[in-house]
């Protein structure tokens, strides 16, 4: 990975390429990975009611699928359809669209090209693509990618749909699907998951001490000096780990907080690489009164939404218009998805009384890992507070917390 979190894909030497597919791509070429996405209906629907609801925005047009796998998103665009359609996918699952789209009768509008999107050369001349501007690749209708990943943003996939809109998108006319995607944050109680981390890592501790005074008392050997850093490491893994999790809606104790918008028409390479302390959004204050839930405050637990609708930004006047927009959650409210939430357990509760509202405010940090450019590590910083619930927002208090600052890996 280089200093600014770049992409190997599209940003590094053919050594650095084999290591991303290895580590990424790879698992994407198996049917089994792509049985699992097509049986999530929540995230089938979303998507086929975008393309197929809007028929009209479709007809006619040019459309790439970028990260097609199987091949579906491509049947549909056809299907709505679509005069031509570019499906582009890095691994051997091309193989295997180029099968669907010769099976479902599409093979004559959708054309398979195995590639990375970054490397990608359209046959503008063979097959009549009109540019928007003369000397420009400009001549995408649409692009449609079903590109999120944990959190929203793990898989880093978001880089390569900005670098094909920015290269290849008509950009007073053209569509992006979806067109704007929203991350958000909540408190949640899960007392039994959160315990049964603590639990692991208690028992990983212990299995140590027994293996640290074996090695000593069988072989001679002293390996205490390597307990604090075996510490760690489970520590890490069990307790400042994300967990994927398919929480009940009843498992969030307060409204969630919206801590990042993208415009997919407009936000940047830059904006893709995570969240900041400087972003806007980047904060929370969460209100939990204790006479209204159950249990006390676990975690964290983060999960995205999807919209396919019109254009919003003042590029975008003369875009066509949907008229019958589609949306996905995957929040505990909308029941399963493949995505889930990633929930954030804290290390000790914070506990929640009848008559009184206990207040969490702070902020997160989600940025790129050192190691691996597709993974990210979540910084939270937040201090909590208890008051009678009939005292004001920043009225008396009857305890206040220290600042608590954790960092979790997003496996």
């Keep these: 990975m280089n200093a600014q979190g770049e992409i190997p894909s599209f940003n590094g030497d053919e050594k650095a390429k084999a290591t991303d597919f290895a580590n990424y791509f790879c698992a994407y070429s198996q049917i089994y990975h792509q049985k699992s996405m097509l049986s999530d209906h929540q ?6 009611s975008a393309i197929l609801g809007n028929q009209d925005v479709f007809r006619d047009k040019v459309v790439m699928d970028i990260g097609t796998g199987s091949g579906i998103l491509s049947v549909w ?13 890095y691994t051997d699952m091309a193989k295997h669209a180029e099968k669907v789209m010769k099976a479902n009768g599409v093979d004559h509008i959708v054309t398979v090209l195995q590639t990375a999107v970054e490397d990608v050369k359209l046959p503008i001349e063979s097959d009549r693509l009109l540019v928007e501007e003369d000397g420009t690749e400009r001549c995408v209708d649409i692009i449609i990618s079903e590109w999120m990943g944990y959190m929203l943003l793990r898989e880093s996939m978001m880089d390569s749909v900005i670098h094909a809109r920015d290269r290849f998108l008509k950009q007073k006319t053209g569509l992006m699907f979806p067109s704007h995607t929203t991350l958000l944050l ?15 890592f208690s028992n990983a501790m212990a299995d140590w001490n027994d293996f640290e005074q074996t090695t000593n008392t069988m072989y001679g050997v002293d390996m205490s000096i390597l307990a604090p850093d075996y510490e760690r490491e489970q520590k890490e893994y069990y307790m400042l780990s994300s967990r994927w999790t398919e929480l009940p809606p009843e498992a969030v104790l307060a409204e969630p907080a919206v801590i990042k918008r993208y415009d997919m028409m407009t936000c940047t390479l830059q904006q893709a690489k995570g969240l900041f302390a400087s972003d806007p959004e980047s904060s929370f204050d969460f209100e939990i009164e204790g006479s209204k839930v159950q249990g006390p405050v676990s975690g964290f637990s983060g999960w995205f939404t999807a919209d396919f609708c019109s254009r ?18 995957t929040g505990p409210e909308n029941g399963y998805t493949h ?8 290390l ?9 509202t206990t207040r969490i405010s702070g902020g ?3 940025t790129r890992t050192k190691d691996n450019s597709r993974l990210y590590n979540c910084r939270f910083s937040y201090s909590s507070s208890r008051r009678k619930s009939d005292e004001p927002k920043d ?17």
């Design 43 to 48: 995230r089938m629907a979303a998507y086929h």
């Design 77 to 89: 665009a056809a299907q709505a359809g679509a005069r031509k359609v570019y499906a582009i996918e």
């Design 186 to 200: 909540a408190p949640i109680t899960d007392e039994e998951e959160r315990k049964h981390a603590a639990t692991d």
């Design 312 to 329: 919003t930004d003042h590029g975008g006047v003369d875009a066509p218009k949907l008229h019958h927009p589609a949306f996905l959650s």
């Design 339 to 346: 995505w889930g939430q990633q929930t954030f357990y804290f």
């Design 348 to 356: 000790s509760s914070i506990p929640t009384m009848k008559g009184e």
């Design 364 to 366: 997160i940090e989600m």
């Design 395 to 411: 009225g008396a208090v009857l305890m206040k917390s220290g600042v608590i600052e954790n960092v979790y890996q997003i496996p």
